[in-house]
Every structure is written in C-alpha cells, then in structure tokens.
C-alpha cells in the first residue's frame, strides 16, 4: 500500500490496494475521496469540471460533513454573537486535511484540527480523525471525534457518497424503511411513494436498521452501506440530470443543535467514535 501524488495542479493522491482497486483524494478540499475504483469500476460519480472551480461546493465523490449534517435553522449561531453562523454541513468539507499512511493496518489516515478558522464557527479544540481501510469491492470507514478542551463539545458527523447509475429508471432500493422525512416539505411520507420521484429530484432523512441497499439493473451492481447506530440515519438525495444518487449516513438530522435530536455530546477530554462500511456486489 502506498499514497503518492496522482495530479499535482489539482492536488489529489492515490491509495491504490492495485491497479484495479484504488481511492484518489484531496486533502486541500476538505479531505474528499474523488475517485473508488473496485475491481475496475468505478464505483463514485464525480463532477471534475465543476472541481476545478475553487467557489462552487463539490458535486461528487464522498465529502465530508462536520460539525452539523444539514442546516440550522437559527437567525445566529447557537454559540452567541462572538460566532459565524454554520454553512450547510458544516466547515470540514471546505477545509485543508492533513493525512498520513498508517503501514500497520495498511490504512489511509486523514485529520482535521481546530485552527483559526474553526474557532470562528465553533469555540471547541478537538481532533476529527478517519481511517480508511481499502479492501477488494470494499471501503472501511473508522471514524474518531475528540473533544480537547474542558466543555462539553456538541456534534453530528455524516458522509456524503455519490455514486454512479446508469439510469434512475433502472434502480432498486432494499429494505428501505416504510416511512421517510421528505426534507424540502418536512412532511413525513411514504418512502416508496417519494422514490417513485427520485427522477425529478428527492431528499430523503430515514431512520434506518443501520444499513442501507441499492440495485443498479444495468450495471448489474448492488451497493450496501453498513452504517450502525448511532450513525443509522439514511438520506437518499438525487440532483437530476445527474446521473448519480447520494446514500448518506448521519448521525443526527438538520436542526439538531437547535432542537436537540439525536444531537450527540462528546464530554470534556473524551471521544466519540463511528464505523461505516461501503460493499460492493456483482449481480
């Protein structure tokens, strides 16, 4: 295993397993893995056009969302006046990552800590630490969230994968829960009835089993997100004519340090750790 540079105008590196199975990611753009490819496929849909406009957010691979998922619903932060008011999923996906090999468990390390910038949104220290383990039609994902200073430190954590599909109409979700949030009209609905619309464009928040399936017909895959409580929420989100859907753990819904849903709270000097797992089968 081994992480060398794969595009030096746009900074992203290779952690390649083989020739056929290798993640490329970006440390200066919040950490985000670009590229899967397993067994050849790849497995990630990733807008590299809109990339390479440093003003627009990122359409593709999997960014990261830290310290909120979602939005809040507040006229100022929650934090007081001295404080910005979150952007949508919060800072760790616009920041710059550092990251290292980790050769014992032949793992990919990247980190995020709290810097100049941070502290204009959120008044905590901690360390955001993920392990990504690269195995054959398999990505691990061991996360670590360490609070460093002497007040309770809230947070949510979620990770937003893209994947490819050859075509809505061609698509089969597994063992999706009976009912869904719709988030755009926070109605609460049937989930098939709103996946019947995932061609027109949907947002889904589901309170799954901890996994989550998708069949693609065509190109004959089946995509399986382990994602154990408490990192079980589901969102299904599609950006029509994209040709990608986005299945999203989280660990908690927009709103939550507002309203206190499933808002989690890492106590002083403590940490707090997630798992996920994203499998991919032949059909």
Known sequence: MLIKLSNRDKGIYIFQLDHNNYVKFCPKRGGVITNWVSDGNEILYFDEKRFMDNTKSIRGGIPILFPICGSINASSSVFGKDYLQFMQHGFARDL????CL???DKSLC?????SQITKKYYPFDFELRIEITLKINC???EI????????????NFGLHPYFNISDFKNLDFIDSPINCQNQESNILSNTLDELKNIN???DLLMYTSGKSTFRDKVLKRQVT??????FDLGVIWSDPPRRMICLEPWTSPRNSFVDG????????NDSQKFNASIQIKSL
């Open 225 to 230: 997100l382990y994602h154990p409580y408490p």
């Open 139 to 141: 990505l691990e994902f």
């Open 102 to 104: 980790n050769n014992t």
């Open 144 to 155: 670590t969230i360490q609070n460093k200073t002497d007040m309770k430190m809230p947070i």
């Open 110 to 114: 990247l980190f995020l800590n709290q």
């Open 200 to 202: 027109l464009g949907v």
């Open 96 to 99: 710059h990552w550092q990251y």
């Open 261 to 268: 849903i499933r808002n989690i709270v890492i106590p002083s």
